[in-house]
């Protein structure tokens, strides 16, 4: 079962612009976590969001949460062509040891 | 440099054949994972292992086992290969230690299967 859910499924920006991506997931988690994945290669970590926590910067990424809509956002400003990627929220299951869980992600192309 | 190595990036196999997938980590980490990606439908969990000998299944595990004898390796082995079985393959692993912990991929298997 797939825990987050990204939306849009697709973005198309020129570069420049900002891209703003969403994340809902279903039940409680303890941190939440964006990954990159360019075409054909394996996913990449970009940021970690604790449970406690309302608004992460990392360069140009800004992450927020809101546990009480169970949802996050990722914003990337100023977005450059080499930013053309997928980018999946994962969350980890409570309770246990973590295993991250992905949504289907958002496509994100930026134009030069 | 940390590392996730999957055996082979791209793969192709006949129908029947058993296949093996090699992932090897050099982290020291416990956790491992396989998932499959197809498109439209973002990454499943095949099989997961919290440590030597040990594994649970995720959510897709039919036709599938996997293998951990030794802490860095974590095999998947399609018993059977299957053409709804042509996918990309991730490896990934993570360590144990506290909740806010990161996955660390593989490069990707891409299994063709004619």
């Known amino acids: 079962s797939q825990q987050g859910e990204e939306d849009p499924q697709a973005l198309s920006i020129q570069e420049g612009e900002n891209a703003t991506m969403n994340c809902s997931y279903k039940t409680s988690i303890n941190n939440l976590q964006w990954y990159r994945q360019n075409s054909g290669r394996g996913l990449v970590h970009l940021i970690l969001i604790r449970s406690n926590e309302r608004e992460k910067h990392s360069g140009r990424l800004r992450v927020t949460l809101d546990t009480s809509k169970k949802s996050s956002s990722l914003l990337i400003t100023a977005s450059r062509a080499a930013d053309t990627a997928s980018y999946f929220c994962a969350t980890g299951l409570s309770g246990g040891s973590y295993i991250p869980t992905f949504g289907r992600g958002t496509s994100l192309i930026v134009h030069p | 440099d940390v590392k996730v190595t999957q055996s082979s990036r791209y793969l192709v196999k006949r129908t029947g054949e058993k296949v093996f997938l090699e992932c090897v980590q050099d982290?020291?980490?416990?956790?491992m994972f396989w998932y499959r990606q197809d498109p439209g439908l973002g990454l499943r969990l095949i099989y997961f292992s919290y440590d030597v000998k040990m594994k649970e299944k995720g959510d897709i595990p039919e036709g599938y086992s996997v293998s951990r004898e030794k802490k860095e390796r974590f095999s998947l082995i399609l018993e059977s290969a299957s053409t709804n079985q042509t996918s990309m393959y991730l490896c990934a692993s993570s360590s144990r230690t506290g909740w806010n912990t990161e996955a660390f991929f593989g490069q990707g298997t891409r299994l063709t299967v004619v």
């Open positions: 982290m020291d980490h416990e956790n």
